[in-house]
């Protein structure tokens, strides 16, 4: 099954983009369903985006217009860009890995967006 290990967060301002990216070992890639999360402290973890094995994309209605999810199979890794980031898009990001009920989660990145 696959490992995933997060990367690209970081600090930045109102306005600003950043992308974070997942990379993932252990093989076959391509068959799953990649999901980014995001959760702040006392909230449940919230569904960002959703990319299928076919390359289809879903978003929560917060981002969409603003992020944007994208996967290359070929280096086994999915990335999400952020794009006029606002401080309610502060969180841990996680990236999730899903298909045929396994569920595999990375141990996620830190996104501050502040003055």
Known sequence: QVQLV?????LVQPGESLRVSCAASG?????????????????????????????TTT???????RFTISRDNAKNTVYLQMNSLKPEDTAVYYCNARRLGLSIWGQ???????S
């Open 108 to 114: 996620g990145t830190q996104v501050t967006v502040s």
């Open 59 to 65: 978003y929560t209605d917060s981002v969409k217009g």
């Open 27 to 55: 093989g076959a890639f391509g068959t799953y369903t990649m999901h980014w999360y995001r959760q702040t402290p006392g909230k449940e973890r919230e569904l960002v985006a959703r990319i299928t094995p076919s390359g």
């Open 6 to 10: 997060e990367s690209g967060g970081g």
